[in-house]
């Protein structure tokens, strides 16, 4: 019996180079499509088959499809100052992944989106989300969604984290009760393998959370444990951090625009699992 090959798009990424170790420790070939000299390739298994292109082309990445079974699309722009970006990649660029998938006729999309499309109130980033998500349900290919929170270490953590560290005064909005349910991205790797794999997942949509809920605070506190550091932290509410003095201080460090970063410092992101751990056997563990 031939082995299945998996097509991770946005393979070299944090979560990629975790997502490919698990699939194949799971018997898998695996093959990735990144972008033009992403030099993140080097810390691949050199057995992965690398194909570079922009998913924006299809041209340029359809012959990463061919003698594909199963696609994993992790491709995304996570942060930008510019709006478009998020719609042209995250969105239209997921159409184009999802047509070659189709012309190429590969038996099961899984498409990585974040739990942010969950939001009451939705950045560029989070339509742009929610949108390729209706692409991929409208495909007729079979599919499974995942929603991950938070991942360690990913971009948008890593971006709270120097905000941390570096920020003389680390001033907190709604007194930094906005609960938070990171994930390790080795956690995330494994239960994305898990849910490509199970029948159990055809056509559902799942949260995909770190075992603990966490406030911001506490996540706060726990980053400056981790770095032997200490700092005021200032609690306040939340009409304060719409002045331009919080602007200054915390979004241009952040590089995001104002409404994505006040997005992430506001909303809740603590999605119960049980349907994952029921369904494909989900048991992350604490970040910290």
Same mark, same amino acid.
């Given at each position: 019996m031939s082995q299945k090959m998996v097509l991770i798009t946005g393979g070299a990424g944090h979560l990629g180079v975790s997502l490919c170790e698990a699939f194949q420790k799971k018997g898998f070939l695996v093959r990735v499509l990144v972008l033009p000299q992403d030099k993140r390739v080097s810390l691949l298994d050199p057995t992965i088959e690398v194909f570079y292109g922009d998913i924006q082309n299809p041209s340029e990445i359809e012959a990463a499809f061919k003698n594909v079974d199963l696609i994993c699309h992790l491709a995304a722009v996570l942060i930008s100052k510019d709006k478009e970006v998020f719609d042209k990649v995250n969105h239209k660029g997921t159409q184009n992944v999802v047509d070659l998938a189709k012309k190429y006729h590969l038996k099961k999309f899984i498409y990585v989106s974040s739990f942010s499309v969950t939001y009451p109130s939705l950045t560029p980033y989070g339509k742009s989300k929610l949108l390729?998500?209706?692409?991929?349900?409208?495909?007729?290919?079979?599919?499974?969604i995942l929603r991950p929170t938070l991942v360690k270490n990913g971009v948008e953590y890593l971006a709270f984290q120097t905000y941390v560290l570096k920020t003389p005064i680390l001033f907190l909005p709604l007194k930094g009760r906005a609960i938070k349910r990171p994930v390790l991205a080795s956690d995330l790797a494994q239960g994305i393998v898990e849910a490509s794999v199970s029948y159990n997942t055809l056509n559902k949509t799942y949260a995909l959370a770190g075992a603990k809920p966490y406030t911001l605070a506490e996540m706060a506190q726990n980053i400056l444990i981790d770095f032997k550091r200490k700092?005021?932290?200032?609690?306040?509410?939340?009409?304060?951090?719409?002045? $331009? *003095? %919080?602007?200054? $201080? *915390? %979004?241009?460090r952040m590089k995001l625009k104002p409404e994505q970063a006040l997005a992430g410092f506001i909303f809740d992101?603590?999605?119960?699992?049980?349907?994952?751990?029921k369904d494909f056997n989900y048991m992350p563990k604490s970040i910290f």
């Open positions: 390729a998500e209706q692409v991929v349900q409208n495909s007729k290919i079979p599919y499974t700092k005021k932290i200032v609690l306040f509410p939340l009409f304060l951090c719409r002045l $331009l *003095v %919080f602007f200054q $201080l *915390v %979004f241009k992101a603590n999605p119960s699992i049980e349907k994952a751990q």
